[in-house]
């Protein structure tokens, strides 16, 4: 659905086709944007795959604001591939607490608010690839953008904005049951929201194994 499609529907649903609307275009917009971003974070909806070359030294790696999940990462050097486990740096400082100094190939990561870290400093060159999950590049601007999730996700979406138009403080148009009902069905289809560090903190230490099929 477009972003026209999307705002005459939630008009419709909501009974708000008088002159003037409830709400604005301009309101609409934004929490259609918000919701966007609320389920690709939510049900980890946009995957992408990073590559960065590395060379002898590297070890803290920028990543680009929209990812919000590392999910796995790997060196490609000399042909072979060599996979990196999640972890954090307590567990580092367990097992070597001289590990920020030590000079080879690095055998695990952290994933820190917009960079990884890894638990050794590169020695040779080699590409690391990294597969995340992002939250949308291009916020919805014109009549005819479309979210960057899946269409068959684009009507679920109306409940984060009935949650955030009926919850506008001191609006004619509040309605906190409404708005609370909007909420409820978003998170049925979406799930809740992760805090900032929930992935990061499941994801580290996690065991890395190799699935051997028969």
């Not at 917009?29 to 974070?41: D, K, P, Q």
């Amino acid at each position: 659905m477009t972003l026209a499609e999307l705002i005459s529907a939630f008009r419709v649903d909501e009974r708000d086709t008088g002159v003037p609307p409830n709400w604005s275009n301009l309101d609409l917009t934004r929490w259609f944007n918000e919701a966007v971003e609320e389920a690709a974070i939510r049900k980890s909806l946009l995957r992408e795959t990073l590559p960065r070359s590395l060379i002898p030294g590297d070890f803290e790696i920028a990543l680009p604001a929209r990812i919000v999940e590392v999910r796995t990462a790997r060196i490609v050097e000399g042909g072979r591939t060599y996979w990196l486990t999640p972890t954090d740096r307590y567990e580092q400082d367990r097992l070597n607490s001289d590990w920020r100094d030590i000079i080879e190939r690095p055998t695990a990561f952290i994933h820190d608010d917009s960079s990884i870290t890894l638990n050794r400093i590169v020695a040779a060159s080699g590409e690391l690839k990294l597969e995340c999950y992002r939250v949308p590049v291009n916020p919805m601007a014109d009549d005819s953008d479309e979210p960057e999730i899946s269409a068959a996700h684009h009507r679920r979406l109306d409940g984060w904005v009935r949650y955030r138009a009926y919850m506008v403080p001191d609006s004619d148009f509040g309605d906190k049951k409404r708005a609370e009902q909007g909420l409820a069905d978003f998170e049925n289809y979406f799930g809740r929201r992760p805090d900032a560090d929930h992935r990061r903190n499941n994801n580290a230490n996690r065991p890395h194994r190799v699935k051997a099929w028969p």
